[in-house]
């Protein structure tokens, strides 16, 4: 079956473990890599990916993609720059990627909405209105994986 | 003497009135705002006294205004106020006053010290001493309408992406609904999920509400500024969509000088009283809950305190609404020490976060130890607040001393737990 609509798509991850919940939403952010240049992010990513990841690795994971959620915030009062609020949402894409057992019940969803937002925001600050293909790339993505 | 510095001197004088006047003779030198105030507290320098911070503003007003302050100008002993006192001055007034108001609330004689710090902020602007962050800030808002240079287009986008992923509809310009949602750039930039929530909740209480394209923006960087002239501007956006929308309530967003601006600071600003009323997002929340409108699924169940903002509970009186709304959702809320309208600021608060310089910053983190204590002393892994400021400035903190500990905003916290809708109903 394809994955055509978000009402499919959330009922596909919420069946998925958790561990596969992880690795397709790495895939999520790993498409929209290009909108953040930070290790962390990148590093968050990677270890998303591993089936054999260890608590303590996640929790390192985890801290060092927080900080770059946060470093990447807008301040009140500063100038809004919506690429760079594109890469504080892949930050937090990355960092619901590796989010602990108890706060992961819809993990991959979280992601794929953060990213979502990520993309909202390029298109913000292209001045290309508030038109993406994100959610059908998801959906092709999800397919992808669950036929591996 | 400078034209700007002259300028600047000149609405000094003017924004001296009667109170300002009296808290000057009523000053006991108690030394009480020091212990009330963050950076004070927490530095250790009496630079930081919340009085001593409006010297120069107490040294025109005697100067000007007082019999024995006059003879010694013309006797030429009295010290003119000059532009490298204002400059040594900015980050007294600015980086290390958040106007929280904890000193106004606890000095003995009633002395209003941020309504002081607000006078001075006009001269200071004026005399171009304001930091470059606000001033920036205030500029974005006039031109754009917004401080941080948010513009409708972004915020459709937002707005469309709201919809998608919760599958509430979030109406725009629709005249004759009951309640007109103002949101502040913050949360359009940082926290859209508020609006998701926001969303959700209004669905499920079966209410009417409405953005206005024109008015979407409560953050009045004026008030941070300190200039009267720019706040009645944004202020009067508001009213004007507002009273064309025939709203008959506007509510105030999770940001606390918008609150204060918007609710208190309004109708003296365009002199006239709102044909609408004004109430913050939470009192709207608490009415919903006395009617029994927010049920919850289920609960969050860690040890909690919270966080309450110093301009929405301290400075705006929304004193009853946040503990009945966390109760209603949390089942182990611990109440601190120092909570309500004693609680203390993050530290970033009245336009301290927009300063960039290396030493606003580090006076920051510093500052914010005094909130890292309340959350150790309570022995929580959790804080709720509702300002979208109080909420970065609290993460940035987090950060910095590698707390681990997570921030949540009452309202999508609400919003998260409340009773879904019956399948179908919301998409």
Not at chain 1, 53 to 73: G, H, M, R
Not at chain 2, 356 to 363: D, M, R, S
Request: net charge negative.
């Amino acid at each position: 079956m394809t994955t055509n609509n978000d009402i499919q798509f959330k009922a596909v991850l919420q069946k998925l473990t958790l561990p596969q919940q992880r690795q397709v939403a790495a895939r999520f952010v790993e498409n929209a890599m290009s909108l953040s240049g930070d290790p962390r992010v990148k590093a968050a990513v990677s270890f998303a990916r591993r089936a054999d990841i260890s608590d303590a690795e996640l929790i390192v994971v985890q801290n060092a993609a927080k900080s770059a959620a946060v470093e990447t915030y807008t301040h009140c009062g500063d100038e809004g720059d919506w690429l760079g609020q594109a890469g504080h949402f892949l930050a937090e894409a990355a960092l619901a990627c590796v989010a602990p057992p108890e706060k992961a019940s819809s993990l991959a969803w979280d992601v794929a909405m953060r990213v979502r937002v990520a993309r909202t925001c390029e298109t913000i600050a292209k001045g290309h209105g508030t038109e993406h293909s994100e959610a059908e790339v998801q959906y092709r993505l999800l397919d992808e994986f669950q036929r591996q | 003497m400078s034209a700007s510095l002259q300028r600047g001197i000149n609405v000094l004088k003017e924004v001296i009135d009667a109170p300002v006047a009296s808290f000057f003779n009523s000053c006991v030198h108690c030394g009480l705002c020091a212990e009330a105030c963050l950076f004070y507290l927490e530095t250790g320098d009496p630079k930081y006294t919340p009085i001593h911070k409006l010297e120069p503003l107490r040294r025109v007003y005697e100067q000007e205004y007082t019999l024995i302050g006059k003879l010694m100008r013309g006797l030429g002993l009295a010290k003119p106020v000059s532009d490298a006192e204002l400059e040594e001055w900015q980050p007294l007034v600015y980086d290390s006053c958040t106007m929280c108001g904890r000193c106004s609330l606890v000095c003995p004689v009633g002395n209003d010290i941020v309504y002081m710090v607000r006078k001075l902020r006009e001269g200071m602007s004026v005399s171009g001493h304001a930091p470059e962050g606000i001033r920036g800030a205030v500029k974005r808002t006039v031109e754009i309408g917004s401080p941080m240079g948010v513009k409708w287009p972004a915020v459709q986008a937002v707005i469309k992406h709201q919809q998608a992923e919760t599958g509430f509809e979030i109406p725009i310009d629709q005249a004759g609904v009951e309640y007109l949602v103002l949101l502040s750039s913050m949360e359009i930039m940082n926290y859209p999920e508020y609006l998701g929530a926001l969303a959700k909740i209004f669905k499920k209480a079966g209410l009417t509400w409405t953005l206005s394209s024109t008015a979407f923006e409560a953050t009045n960087a004026g008030i941070q500024i300190g200039t009267s002239d720019i706040a009645r501007v944004i202020v009067k956006r508001i009213v004007d969509s507002a009273e064309q929308l025939g709203v008959k309530k506007v509510i105030s967003p999770e940001c606390g000088h918008a609150y204060m601006a918007i609710r208190w600071e309004g109708p003296n600003l365009i002199g006239r009283p709102y044909k609408f009323e004004v109430i913050h997002v939470l009192e709207l929340l608490d009415e919903l809950r006395k009617k029994g409108v927010l049920k919850m699924k289920d609960s969050f169940d860690e040890p909690l305190i919270v966080h309450d903002p110093c301009q929405i509970v301290r400075r705006g009186g929304v004193l009853d609404a946040p503990e009945p709304l966390i109760n209603t959702v949390a089942t182990h809320y611990i109440p601190i020490v120092d909570k309500q309208k004693m609680n203390w600021c993050c530290g970033g608060g009245g336009g301290t976060s927009a300063i960039h310089t290396e030493e606003a910053e580090a006076l920051r983190v510093k500052a914010f130890r005094i909130k890292k204590r309340q959350i150790e002393e309570a022995g929580v892994s959790t804080v709720v607040t509702f300002c979208a400021n109080c909420r970065i400035v609290i993460e940035e903190g987090f950060d910095h001393y590698e707390m681990n500990t997570q921030l949540l905003g009452l309202t999508e916290l609400l919003a998260e737990h409340l009773e879904d809708e019956p399948e179908g109903v919301a998409s």
